[in-house]
Each structure stands twice: as C-alpha cells, then as structure tokens.
Nanobody, 120 residues
Framework: VQLQASGGGLVQAGGSLRLSCVAS????????MGWYRQAPGKERELVAS???????DYADSLEGRFTISRDNAKNTVYLQMSSLKPEDTAVYYC???????????????WGQGTQVTVSS
C-alpha cells in the first residue's frame, strides 16, 4: 500500500493550490484520510481529516481557508487551499487509516510529502 501526493508548488500570498493524494495497493477499505504539514523547525501538525462518510475536521488556525474532500471510488483525497499565507509554507503529507485486503489495519500510512511555498 502506498500514498502518492501531488500538487504542491510555489504560489504568491493570496493564491490557491489544490493537493491530491492517491492511495494504491492491496486496500480493502479506507477509514479516514487526512493532511498534515511540517514547516521548517516545527513539529508536524494536523491540517484536516475526512472520514469515509465525508465528515471533515480542520485545524482551528486555518480560519476556513482550506477544504478537504475525497473520492472514495478513486481512493483519493484532496486539499483545496485558498487565501494562502506565507505561514502556510510547509511540506504537506497525506495520511490514511485503512484496512488491507488481508484485513490488517494500517492506521498511519503516509505519503511522501509535497512542498508548498507561499511567497509574500
């Protein structure tokens, strides 16, 4: 099982980006998917998560600027980021809580990370 994130890049403050993360491999079911980020010199923090019914949770600090969504048929989670600020600069990691086809739970399957840089 692996997660492949994409969509990062360089954007000016006030701009938007959309991150995608596809899960592939011997997956039986994905319970929840989410995004974390880690800025230089800081700890990794939760940005948003979404369960398989579509219920989403967000970090309070985002002030409604980000939207998480998922396509269960494609095992894909998205993060639409708007009104980006320089402090949003970080490596963004996707994560999934899932069961494999062997019915083994893997609660933290991480993607490789994608860099988001917001210039002022």
């Amino acid at each position: 099982v692996q997660l492949q994130a994409s969509g990062g890049g360089l954007v000016q403050a006030g701009g938007s980006l959309r991150l995608s993360c596809v899960a592939s491999g011997s997956i039986f079911v994905i319970n929840s998917m989410g995004w974390y980020r880690q800025a230089p010199g800081k700890e990794r923090e939760l940005v948003a998560s979404i369960d398989n019914s579509g219920r989403a949770d967000y970090a309070d600090s985002l002030e409604g600027r980000f939207t998480i969504s998922r396509d269960n048929a494609k095992n894909t989670v998205y993060l639409q980021m708007s009104s980006l600020k320089p402090e949003d600069t970080a490596v963004y990691y996707c994560v999934a809580d899932l069961y494999t086809v062997s019915r083994v739970r893997a609660p933290y399957v991480w993607g490789q990370g994608t860099q988001v840089t917001v210039s002022s």
